[in-house]
């Protein structure tokens, strides 16, 4: 079942410029984290915000929760080439049988 | 500390055949999850166990099983292999922090 979906499906822009990256779900969650993954290897990890959490920092990124909107956002500032990737977002749903809920995922491209 | 190590990373099988893949989590970590990932499909959660229970339970058929060991290193098995199943398959494992630390994945080629 799917239920985080990002949006913009693809974004492509230029290095040094800022990349925002949405997420929304349809059911409570305890925590909402965001995924990278590089040509179709492992994930990794990015940030972890939990359902009381409204805005995370962790160096360049910034993560905010609306859960009244059911909606995350992910910032990444200052892009660099090396930021392109898929990025996923996971929730982690109150009462849920799965553990982590991915959406579809979104790809973005930094042009040097 | 080593990250999660996932073997094989590739593997090529044919129909009505079987697979194991094997997953060895960061040290000290007593979670370990199982995802599909497939164009079509994304990213869908197979199973997790924790200190050889299976916590949690996706919407795969039976076909799909798993197992942990008392080290936590966990196997998933699919058997009778359909095309379908052609994926990259990750395994996680998870702290108390929530956060999940994948491996490499196995990537699974049915013919």
């Known amino acids: 079942s799917q239920q985080g979906e990002e949006d913009p499906q693809a974004l492509s822009i230029q290095e040094g410029e800022n990349a925002t990256m949405n997420c929304s779900y349809k059911?409570?969650?305890?925590?909402l984290q965001w995924y990278r993954q590089n040509s179709g290897r492992g994930l990794v990890h990015l940030i972890l915000?939990?359902?009381?959490?409204r805005e995370k920092h962790s160096g360049r990124l910034r993560v905010t929760l609306d859960t009244s909107k059911k909606s995350s956002s992910l910032l990444i500032t200052a892009s660099r080439a090396a930021d392109t990737a898929s990025y996923f977002c996971?929730?982690?749903?109150?009462?849920?049988?799965?553990?982590?809920?991915f959406g579809k995922g979104m790809k973005l491209t930094v042009n040097p | 500390k080593a990250g999660v190590t996932q073997t094989p990373r590739y593997l090529i099988k044919t129909r009505g055949q079987q697979v194991t893949l094997s997953c060895s989590p960061i040290s000290g970590h007593r979670s370990v999850s199982w995802y599909q990932q497939t164009p079509g499909q994304g990213l869908q959660f197979l199973f997790e166990?924790?200190?050889?229970?299976?916590?949690n339970k996706g919407n795969f058929p039976g076909r799909f099983s798993g197992r942990q060991f008392s080290n936590s290193r966990s196997e998933m098995n699919v058997s009778t292999l359909e095309l379908g199943d052609s994926a990259l398959y990750l395994c996680?494992?998870?702290?108390?922090?929530?956060?999940?630390?994948f491996g490499p994945g196995t990537r699974l080629t049915v013919t």
């Open positions: 996680a494992s998870m702290d108390n922090s929530y956060e999940q630390y």
């Open positions: 166990y924790f200190s050889e229970t299976q916590r």
């Open positions: 915000i939990r359902s009381n959490e």
């Open positions: 996971a929730t982690d749903l109150q009462g849920g049988s799965e553990k982590l809920v």
């Open positions: 059911t409570s969650i305890n925590n």
